[in-house]
Each structure stands twice: as structure tokens, then as C-alpha cells.
């Protein structure tokens, strides 16, 4: 149970500094507790949910919304979540765990080597 709570931790933080705690309960999940791919795809996409409600207020609080590109990244992300979760569920778990490394690595990559912006 407390290598649970520490994972949950770890992840709520990265989660609610807005990298996505995905990035963190994901492999944790698979690795350190030994669940499923789909089973830890799934926790996450459960997990997010109070995280992002407790994220999501004290970042309206601080003015850091830009209300202008809300709708679209909405409408964008409900079609891609429909097309993301039948693609998973007919995905075997090794290929999908394969693709979110493959995922992880590219994201590493380029912020190692992108330039800071202004």
C-alpha cells in the first residue's frame, strides 16, 4: 500500500505541474507493481480525473488559462480519446507498453535537445 501512495504522490505532483503524471504512474504501475498495460493505462485515465479538478482550479486561480484555444484542444481531445481507446483495446498489452516507450523516449529527446523559448 505505501509503494502505492508514493506512486500516487509522485504522479499527482508531476500531474498537477501539467507534464502529465501519466508519464510517471504508467510505468511505476507496470513495473513496480506488476499491472497490466491496459490495467494501467485505465488507473491512469482514472486517476487524472481528481488531479486534474485539483490542478485545474488552483491554475484558474493563478490566471493561467488561455481561454481562446480551450474549445479546440476539447473537441480535439474527446476524438482523439474515442480513436485512442479502440486502438488500445484491440492493441496486445507488450505492443502498447512498446509504443508508450517509443512515446516516452521521443518526449525525452526533444526536451533535451529544444531550444528554450522566450
Do not use: D, W
Request: charge should be positive.
Amino acid at each position: 500500500m505505501m509503494k502505492l501512495f508514493v506512486i500516487g504522490l509522485l504522479t499527482g505532483i508531476i500531474g498537477g505541474m501539467g507534464i502529465g503524471g501519466g508519464t510517471i504512474l504508467i510505468p511505476a504501475l507496470t513495473i513496480f507493481i506488476g499491472i497490466e498495460q491496459h490495467i494501467a493505462q485505465s488507473v491512469n485515465l482514472l486517476s487524472f480525473i481528481p488531479a486534474a479538478i485539483i490542478a485545474l482550479i488552483y491554475h484558474f486561480k493563478s490566471k493561467n488559462i488561455v481561454y481562446k484555444i480551450i474549445a479546440f484542444i476539447i473537441i480535439g481531445g474527446i476524438i482523439g480519446s474515442l480513436i485512442g481507446a479502440m486502438v488500445a483495446a484491440i492493441t496486445k498489452a507488450f505492443i502498447l507498453k512498446k509504443i508508450f516507450a517509443i512515446f516516452l523516449f521521443c518526449i525525452g529527446v526533444y526536451e533535451i535537445f529544444s531550444k528554450p523559448r522566450k
